[in-house]
């Protein structure tokens, strides 16, 4: 039975998440339901670390990718051995083709739009982008930026505005569609869950490395992608 680790999305420390006037509580058990109905039940094993939720791998348990390895490097006795592609093969950048083709569906919840932009340029390698569309999703709220020197400007600065923004739809006195009423949205503000599905190929070649090793990595981005 997979449940939500609430405390890694609500008590992040750079987050400000607006569950006084959304029922995120209630999304989140709705969330909890499906996956469970959807993915537990067929026999996935459902994780999630921080904010990250992986749904589901091809390559359940990392077996198929150890027989492709080991039947790549002739080692029939040990066709089962896990840590070979990685340790030995990804290591001495020898040939990726055990994983060419195996995927991951991640789900982020409480994940900030810079973050978002952030993945979804990769592109190659990505076979699935669900996000909420902007004409009937709101924010969830406000992250404040991992480089922030004084981060209770951000907070002073931002937070009111996103917050009298969303009163305003829930209240019905915008006036105005919501899909234009983003552009007044703080660059910061917290994306509804969203659903992004890589390649393990693209996750080891291209997604892991440049937000992890090398340098320049956005902060939040970086952080998203660890728990990944």
Request: hydrophobic share 40%.
């Amino acid at each position: 039975m997979f449940r939500f680790d609430r405390e890694a999305i609500f008590g992040h420390p750079r987050l400000r998440l607006f569950d006084d006037i959304l029922p995120l509580h209630a999304y989140l058990d709705d969330l909890e339901r499906h996956i469970n109905e959807i993915f537990v039940a067929q026999g996935e094993r459902v994780v999630q670390r921080g904010r990250v939720v992986a749904l589901r791998s091809t390559d359940r348990g990392r077996l198929v990718s150890a027989f492709k390895a080991g039947l790549y490097l002739g080692k029939y006795h040990d066709l089962g051995n896990r840590t070979r592609f990685l340790k030995r093969m990804v290591a001495a950048e020898h040939s990726y083709e055990p994983i060419r083709g195996e995927t991951v569906l991640f789900l982020f919840v409480g994940v900030g739009k810079p973050v978002y932009d952030h993945l979804v340029t990769y592109s190659v390698g990505r076979v699935t982008r669900i996000a909420a569309g902007q004409r009937a999703n709101l924010p969830w709220g406000y992250e404040v930026p991992a480089e922030a020197r004084d981060p209770e400007r951000y907070v002073r600065e931002n937070v009111p505005r996103l917050r009298q923004l969303l009163l305003e739809v829930l209240e019905g006195k915008s006036g105005e569609p919501m899909q234009a009423l983003r552009s007044a949205y703080p660059v910061g503000y917290v994306m509804p869950p969203f659903l992004l599905e890589f390649g393990e190929e693209a996750l080891i070649k291209n997604v892991f490395r440049q937000r992890l090793f090398e340098p320049g990595a956005q902060g939040a981005t970086a952080e998203v992608v660890r728990d990944m």
